[in-house]
Each structure stands twice: as C-alpha cells, then as structure tokens.
C-alpha cells in the first residue's frame, strides 16, 4: 500500500513506473459498486437541488462532437453556453463548450470575452490511434486556434498490451504541446474494463501532469458510470493527500438526466468535500443534460415541469 | 473534511397508523391482556410515547398456545404447497406495505430509515419467498423422505433487527408446517402487532401466529409452558443461558442465537478504499446493535496509520441525526438502558487507559444518542475488548502474521462472525479454515440472503437460521 512517493523516482523509468502501479491497493468490484449504490441513495431536495443544479450547470462542459456538426450548431451551443435559459438571465454559464478542434475558432469568435471556455478534443479523438506526431499537431492545432483546455485520449491498444510508461510519456508530450492550456485525459474507461485497469491509467494520467483525469468520449459505452466515477475520486483525492496539488475529474457519456447530475455531485461532496463542487475541479461532459436541469429549475421555481419544446434543441 | 449539507428529506410518517394502544393476538383476533396491564412503547429518537402495549402474563401466554395448538393438526396436515401459497402471500403483501414497516420500524426503533427501506423489510420480504419456496419440497432437504413438524414453537425476538427477526423465525417455522407463539422485543413491538395484520390480510387460520407482548416474565412463561415442543431465541448471550438451564431435562428442542465479539482482520493486502467500507459497514450499521458486528478491528501492524487516517475521513462524512431523514447513516440508540450500558462500558475503557475517538458530529438533545467511536491502545485483556458493548463502538488491535491474526480473533467466548480483508485468496482460505465464527465474510460485511445460514458457535449459540439447513430447527426427521 503507498503511504507516500516521490513523482520524479516514480516516473524515472518502466520498471519504476510498474513497480508503483502494482503497489496501489487493488479495488474490490463488488464494494466499490455497494458504496456507489449507497451514495446514489442519497436523497437531495429544496434547498439543497436548487443549488446542485445551479452548481451541475456551471460544472457542465457543453458538447457536441459529430460529424454532422454545423457552425450554425456550433453558434447555438455558444449562446447556449452562455445564457442557457434566454428568458431567465439569473441561469449562470455552463463553464466550457466541448468541441473538435476545426470547430475552435468558430466557437470563440461567438463567445467573445464571455467566461465560457473552449475546450478541444485531440490527439485523433475518439480512439487515439495515430502517431504520436499526428497527436500532438492535432493538439497544436486546437491551441493555436484558441482552444483553453484539451481533452486528449490514451491510446487504450497500448494500456492495454501492458505499455503504460508509452501512455504515461505521450501524456507528457501532449501535456508540453498544449502550453497554457489545461489539459483533461481522457480514460475511456468503458474499454479498459476492470476497474484495476482504470485505477492504474489513473494514476498513470496525474503522474503525466493531467490537470483533469476524465471518464470518457461519450463514444463507447458503459462510460461514466458511478462506481468509475467514484474510484477514480479517490485517485483524485489521494493524489491531494500525498502531493497537495489539486487534480481535476470529468466523468463523460451517458449523463443525461438532473438526477444523475445531483447523484455526481453527492459522490464528490462525501469523497472530496465541498472544495471539489467547484466547476476549477469538476465538470460534466453533457449535451442534453442542460436541458433537463433548466426543466427541472423551472419546475423547482414555478411549480409546474415544462415540456422539452421550451427549451432548445441543440 | 467539510461536507456540504443536504437539506432535509424526512419521510413522511402519514402511511403509518399507530393505534393509541395493542392488546394481544391470540387465535387471529386482539383481545385485552388477562393481566390488563400496558406498557408504554416510544420512539427512542424522540422519547415520545407511541403506543401502550399490552403486557401478557401467565395465563395470557397459555392462552395464545392453547390457541397454536388448538391451529396444528389442522396446519400441519395441509399439503406443503397451500402453506407456501400463505407464505407468498404474506410475502407480496408485504412488499407492498413496505414503505409502511420500514417508517414504522424506524419510529420505533430509532434506526435510519435507508436501512429499514433497503435493509430490514426487503431481507424480511426475501425469507418469506424464499420459504414459501421450501415448503412443498420439504421431503428433498435431506431430513428424511416424510419430515414432520415439530408441534408449536415459541419464538423470542431481540429489539436490533425486529421486523426482520420476525421474519428469520416465523418463515420457516411455518414453511414446516408447525404454529407460533412469538414474542417481540419489549421495547420494539409495533412491527410484530402491524404484522398481524397482514397475516389478517393473508386470511391466515386463526391460531396458527400469535403475537403476544411483554417483558422477560413474558418470555419466561412461554419458555416454560409445557406445551412449547420448541424455543428458538435470538438474544442476549446470559438470558440465552437461562433459557437453557430452564429446558435442561425438558424434550423442548432449542435453538440460540446471541451475542457475539466479531473480528474484522483487514491485510496489508486489502482493497482498502472498499475495507474501510467494511469497517464501518461491520461497526456503525445499525448504530452498532448488530450480534455479528466487526466490534473488534484487526489490522496488519505495517499498515494500520494509513487504516486509521482513512478510516477518521470516513467516518467524519457520516451523518448521524433524524431516523426519518433518508440521509441520515446513523440513527438512535434503541433504549436509555442500552445508551447506560454502551456509556458505562466506554468508560471502562478510558479508565483502563485506552484512547478513544469520536465522530464531532452535534447529537440531538433529545432521544438516545451515541457518537460513533473507535478504541486504540487496548489489548485482548481490556474489557472493551472482551465484552459485547452492542453499539457504535470498535476497539483497534494489530497483528503480524496470518496465525497472530487467527489467535487474536479466536481469542473469544464468542463465535457468531468474522471479516477478512485480502486480495490474496489463499490467505482468505487459511483464514476462514482457522476462524472459529458461524459466519466469516471475504471482503464484505453484514451481507444476508435467506439461502446462507446463519448461527454462531460457543457462547453465541447453536442452530442455523436461513438455508436447507434453518429448516432442520423446525423439522422432526421421520423415514416414511
């Protein structure tokens, strides 16, 4: 079990790295997801949703990544962004538009000076297969474009055949390319499978300098489940007990509804406390989920729950 | 670490009505106590007076068993599948009362209303499927081609795990075709008289459950009623030992399920996010009221600050308050005499020089309240260590080695359960092999299902309740 580690001695080399791995404490499944349950239990009402869903929106990192995507989508998603609900100025901004990275410029000319950021996916998104030239163009690329965060991917084949110094060195790579952007890492933890496996990419991803660790593309599925939600908080937050630096987390893919919003937030209320329900320390990669909390706002101010034609599509 | 607070969410007590006061259910009807004596009955995390409940005496538990015996012949000689037809029917009524018996549990017996809403009532709803189940197969369960029931069985039931005691007794007892006097704990009977309802419901026979009231002189008359063929008591370890020397020379058969010290051994190899879960899963559940609790922690020498730190973060997230709020992890103390109890052994312990820690969390004034807590510096030879303190309270010791481990958690009169924590398989087989304790969980804890049985060794008892092998306490074995 660690109790402690020096970063530089840990990323020194392969076998320094894998002899670090392999002495994280394993996760039992069964108790992991019984915990997860447990918290998804929790029951949050009045007082208390008004503010998660408050807070749910501004953590929310509003996506979209199609191939179908328009600049007239894209000019949507950015007033969206920024006045989610146009006949009530008191909703705050969502705190970042998700985009591919033709896209980022696009998206700043409409945000202006506005607060919302403009986050960029990369290194060929979704399945991270291509040299490691290719990702860090594609990295460059989004940044020079004025991308503030990129959202890369491991490269999963190589998690997965055992080459974890090989993600761990290409994290720093795209870490260095990215230059004053913040950086999340994507898992994809839906295709490593066990949560041994997401523990180690984890760990692997703060070791490479992430400033978030995320769940996933929204491309494959299970994605952002709740037991992977709440492990990878405990990576976060042991990672602050041994380093005191503070990494973010994403969870990614299949959040669509206010519920499964306010039951992220309870896990990182009762695992990291209320310094991480800060939208600097946690976001929500959604699309549709924005609609159902501005339905459910209104229906916590009015009394009444609108129909989904009172809120825009896209 | 600072939590953000949830705003409340108390389940509303409207489902439940609660009459102003019980008498007695002998042969499918309330009658008046012969003693016409009533007790209060109250809600420990208000101290508010619920009901009166009537307090039987001699003649009243003569009556509810003349009354068992009077529905046997009859019960006994239905086939296996009409008895199951009851037991499912009492099962999806149930069900469907859930909400009703887990509000009703909580209000009187102070625990959180999560746990009776996903703990207590479905376990209870699962035994009595899963008997239903039993009975019409009774003569493959391997006690013999024609087993028979044993006659009527009196069953005493303790105050931590009511409706779901209830519900461990009556289940099989009826799948086997025998009748039942049952007696609830005196300070929790308001789950047992709702009961008896929906054995109204069910359109049960009169007679064959009779739910009567009262304290130990209750219990005692049933114990010794010349007609009880069977006592099954789940209870403390000195009133399981009375019950023993009262049928000592008697042809009553008995069953004991008691108290118990279990040891939760976590390894160096643990999944330690998941066993710190464990810990406080096998300590604080049920504010500790729990026979086979983890009271005593165990851990490996080389890692136990690192269990500590992490174990004290936990707990700091645990929120102790309203039952009836559905956010609350840990309820009230059951009794004032329990809360004495707990008080005057944890005293025991800070004067025999172990540290104590405890939960910061404000208590409410009113009601029984104990701050979940952990002992460190105690050995084997602290009484804290030895004696079932039965609530929020675990003493931490540390070993070496596997055989360390094994001596340190054997080294007790009890043997009800046990926990091991390693990711290393064969050790969890060494371990189990060696522990002496009825049940021993790999990487969980308090987990039930009606198939698993579930009983203790020495002073915790004899008898398995749940499985092919609970049937056995309520079958006589006859070859056709």
Redesign the interface.
Known sequence: MITGFDVAEVTRSDESLRKFLDSLPNIDKVGLEARAATLASRSIKTTSKQAFIDLAIRMIDLTTLEGMDTPEKIHTLCAKAMHPDPFDLAVPSVAAVCVYPDLVSLAKTHLRDSPVQVASVATAFPSGRSSLAIKLSDTKLAVEHGADEIDMVIDRGAFLAGHYYSILEEIVEVKGACGPAHLKVILETGELQTYDNIKKASWIAMLAGADFIKTSTGKVNPAATLPVVLEMLYAVRDWYRFTGEVIGMKPAGGIRSSKDALKLLVLVNETLGTAWLDPNRFRIGASTLLNDLLMQRHKLLNGNYSSSRYVTID | ?????????TESTNIVTIQSRYGLYIDGEFCEPASKKYFDTINPATEDVLSQIADANENDVDRAVKAASRAFPAWASLPGSERAKYLYRIARILQERAREFAVLETMNNGKPI?ETR?FDIPISVAHFFYHAGWADKLEYAGYGSHPQPLGVVGQIIPWNFPMMMLAWKIAPALACGNTVVLKPAETTPLSALLFADVLEQAGLPPGVVNIITGAGSTGSALVEHPDVAKIAFTGSTNVGKSIMQSLAGTAKRLTLELGGKGANIIF????????I??IVNGIYFNQGHVCCAGSRLLVQEN?V??VLIRLQTRMS?LRIGNPLD??TDIGAINSRAQLTRIQELVNAGVSEGAEIWKCTSELPIKGFWFAPSYFTNVTDAHRIVREEIFGPVLTIQTFRTPKEAVEKANNTPYGLSAGIWS?KTSKIHFMATHLKAGVVWA??FNKFDPASPFGGYRESGFGREGGRTGLGAYLKEVAS
């Open positions: 670490m600072d939590l953000h607070d949830y705003a409340a969410a999560r996903d160096d190899d643990a999944p330690i996010d998941q066993a879960e464990g890692i600050d690192e997230t559905k956010n990711e990487n969980t």
